[in-house]
């Protein structure tokens, strides 16, 4: 029976405090969510605290999250021989990825590899269909893709808020015409001149008009890199500098560090500065037998891989971009938990100790940090 005051009117619960969340337009609380829908097709669940399945893009959103990152390949073919056909970060699943996101309440980052598959530092190879082009032809590809893309999405309203010009371009892109050799960015900047185009020309009849991001792994690299493609190839039209910043990698480890380092890049280069990957672990375990990327240990001094540390980590990791000017943070991956979704080096997940969901499914108290009150 409810209880009942003196006036016969029913009690009510407290309402639950309200989250604090952030416009996008004061500060990027981004998730790539780009394994979701494979790993969800393949076994992996997320829970709430009692079991109940959750949507993690609901979920996320409710959390803090304000946008979802999201990569696409060209053409994946290397996948028929895991799935049978070309099933995941193709047009069609990205489409699907963009709908879950922007039906959730968030805004969108697509990142457009210009490869068939995982474009990086090490490795940035050229679709198959634009093989053995020159490097008209491949500019000419590069723009037509470009626009085929968003004319695409757009026809579904789904346009992307921003977009990359490509992953992790450190050394070039669609090797060998846009490789950075001897330090010689032309080609290169070509090649990023043409999907900047691309992008700039869709925007004149679109009433979204994405934010173009550059992306460069590493705060160390991040100076040389901006004056090859700004200085030397000529390349200025675009909104962000984005960095991969994760602290196994990088020689820019302390909170003091990657704010100064903000603030200078900001200062010398006068575009915004974007975190748009960084993970890190709340365990040394792992939920299968696929060996960890980040195990967890050679952590930065202070921490530790506990699901406290995590949080705090990136407690201060936020603070540090906030510090610096910088306009948004985009964790990595943090929905890759295992399930029985195969790669081309595992089944499971080498990413399931740096997840926002533990080995159940379950969130963890990291997530935390997106609603968290910073200091501005």
């Known amino acids: 029976m409810p209880a009942c005051s003196g006036n016969n009117q029913e009690t009510k619960d407290p309402e639950p405090p309200k989250k604090n969340k952030y416009d996008v337009a004061k500060f990027v609380m ?28 609901i979920h996320l959103n409710e959390n803090g999250a304000n946008v979802v990152r999201v990569r696409l390949w060209h053409t994946p073919d290397w996948q028929k021989a895991l799935y049978g056909s070309v099933k995941y970060h193709q047009l069609d699943d990205v489409t699907k990825t963009i709908k879950r996101a922007k039906l959730a309440g968030m805004q969108v980052n697509l990142d457009l590899h210009y490869s068939d598959d995982w474009a990086d ?20 590809s590069i723009y037509n893709y470009t626009s085929k893309v968003l004319q695409y999405l757009k026809a579904q309203n789904l346009t992307p808020e921003f977009i990359q010009i490509g992953n992790e371009n450190n050394g070039g892109m669609c090797f060998p015409i846009g490789k950075i050799n001897n330090n010689n960015y032309k080609n290169f900047g070509q ?34 890199w901006a004056n090859g ?44 500065v974007m975190i748009v990957e960084t993970a890190f672990p709340w365990t040394t375990r792992g939920a299968d037998n696929y060996g960890n990327i980040l195990s967890g240990s050679d952590l930065p001094t202070g921490y530790s891989a506990t699901k406290e540390n995590q949080l705090k980590y990136m407690k201060d990791l936020t ?27 595992g089944t499971g997940s080498s990413w399931e100790n740096n997840t926002f969901y533990d080995f159940s499914g379950k969130p963890l108290p990291v997530i935390g940090y997106m609603t968290t009150e910073y200091r501005f």
Request: with cysteine; hydrophobic share 35%.
């Open 30 to 57: 981004g998730v790539d969510l780009s394994y979701v829908n494979a790993i969800q097709e393949n076994g992996g669940k997320f829970v709430d605290e009692g079991g109940k399945s959750i949507d993690p893009y």
């Open 319 to 345: 603070q540090a971009i906030i510090d610096g000017g910088g306009s948004g943070i985009m964790y990595w991956e943090p929905c890759w938990i295992s399930s029985n979704l195969k790669d081309q080096w």
């Open 229 to 272: 493609v700004i200085d030397q190839a000529g390349v200025s039209d675009f909104d962000i500098l984005g960095i991969s910043h994760y602290y196994l990698w990088s020689d820019i480890k302390t909170s003091e560090a990657i704010t100064t380092n903000i603030k200078n890049l900001k200062s010398k280069y006068k575009k915004e």
């Open 121 to 140: 530092p090490a490795k940035q190879a050229t679709p198959k269909a634009w093989q053995n082009s020159n490097l008209n032809v491949l500019k000419d």
């Open 191 to 224: 090649l990023l001149s043409s999907g900047i185009k691309a992008v700039r020309d869709f925007s004149a009849s679109s009433d979204i008009k994405p934010k173009i991001i550059l992306h460069v792994a590493q705060f160390q690299n991040a100076d040389a």
